[in-house]
């Protein structure tokens, strides 16, 4: 293994033996996914992965955050509007990547009754959406949203339209899904449907 | 077989036997789903079956849309508030129930990369927006909502907060989950955003 020895230690490795992670899910799925696989590609040894991940599962949870964390950045334009449609459009985009879909595929494997780490993914979805909740918070401040507008239901309701096209009709999505969505959230915000 | 003497033609064993596909995916899932199974719960012959729907999944195909279809009515009340509220608690409902359960982990098995029967379940769900769609042109004529409201937008923005919730967060959906998916899909369309 000389070639993984400039990977023996520091951040390099985390974020390779994660992206790896990644690539493993997206290519041969949760059922066949080991850790030898994701070493080898990572060209690390399998030691140096379990001496910072317990297991498997707790591999997959954290490329999971780290993808939807890397690909998914909370806005901060000053325009609630603007920042809407920018945390949409990074869903779209990412919901469409080869990541994205992985990240998916081992959550509704669970959902399907399928082999799945349990729960894992649904974890790295709700702290997307608690940390996308300042987007909210920062807009009822600016006095751009009413008072009692709750951030957790304006999110869900920003990006489950984009969720609904991509996994349940199987439509593609794009930018224009994610400004209509946008718009949509911001109307019922308005109107005081969050409160 | 003499138990299945009775059920030997018409239309009760057509029920019969979607009743039972729709029994069979949900306690054992697709990848082990056979017809063997289906004819024995049903207690007809696996002949009986095969006269009726060409492979498996044709008959998984047609029981999940009669699942869809008797178990999500699509409305008339005269109102459209009222319409796109009953919509949304009987897919509440069905979303809860273990046929809906047996229905969505088909079509994720699908999406998730798993065995699944290619597009089966999609093509039910898009069937049922489509029937869907005169609670909509019916409030249009009523000059309920503006006369360019696209009916195939507003009933995905109602019903997707419902999936997504059911499927993405994991959270129980109940009559609150409903009424609320209808205002926001009520205010959006008045506010002429499906145009």
Same mark, same amino acid.
């Given at each position: 293994?000389?070639?993984?020895?400039?990977?023996?230690? =520091?951040?390099?490795?985390?974020?390779? $033996?994660?992206?790896?992670?990644?690539?493993?899910?997206? +290519?041969?799925?949760?059922?066949?996914?080991?850790?030898?696989?994701?070493?080898?590609?990572?060209?690390?040894?399998?030691?140096?992965?379990?001496?910072?991940?317990?297991?498997?599962?707790?591999?997959?949870?954290?490329?999971?955050?780290?993808?939807?964390?890397? %690909?998914?950045?909370?806005?901060?334009?000053?325009?609630? %509007?603007?920042?809407?449609?920018?945390?949409?459009?990074?869903?779209? $985009?990412?919901?469409?990547?080869?990541?994205?879909?992985?990240?998916?595929?081992?959550?509704?494997?669970?959902?399907?009754?399928?082999?799945?780490?349990?729960?894992?993914?649904?974890?790295?979805?709700?702290?997307?959406?608690?940390?996308?909740?300042?987007?909210?918070?920062?807009?009822?401040?600016?006095? %751009?949203?009413?008072?009692?507008?709750?951030? $957790? +239901?304006?999110?869900?309701? *920003?990006?489950?339209?984009?969720?609904?096209?991509? *996994?349940?009709? =199987?439509?593609?999505?794009?930018?224009?899904?994610?400004?209509?969505?946008?718009? $949509?959230?911001?109307?019922?915000?308005?109107? =005081?449907?969050?409160?």
């Amino acid at each position: 293994m000389s070639s993984a020895a400039p990977l023996g230690r =520091g951040p390099k490795v985390r974020a390779a $033996v994660l992206a790896a992670t990644v690539d493993e899910l997206s +290519e041969h799925g949760y059922a066949a996914f080991t850790v030898d696989n994701v070493a080898q590609r990572a060209g690390v040894h399998k030691t140096t992965v379990y001496r910072r991940w317990s297991d498997r599962d707790a591999l997959i949870a954290d490329a999971l955050a780290e993808s939807i964390e890397a %690909e998914i950045p909370i806005p901060d334009t000053g325009s609630v %509007e603007d920042d809407l449609r920018a945390l949409a459009r990074s869903l779209v $985009v990412w919901i469409s990547s080869p990541s994205g879909r992985a990240v998916l595929a081992v959550m509704l494997a669970n959902v399907a009754g399928q082999p799945a780490p349990p729960d894992t993914t649904r974890h790295a979805f709700r702290d997307r959406i608690r940390k996308a909740l300042p987007v909210v918070t920062r807009a009822v401040e600016r006095g %751009e949203l009413p008072a009692d507008t709750n951030p $957790v +239901e304006l999110i869900k309701t *920003l990006v489950a339209p984009i969720y609904f096209r991509a *996994l349940i009709t =199987g439509e593609s999505v794009d930018d224009r899904t994610a400004d209509a969505a946008a718009a $949509v959230a911001m109307t019922a915000a308005r109107a =005081g449907l969050f409160g």
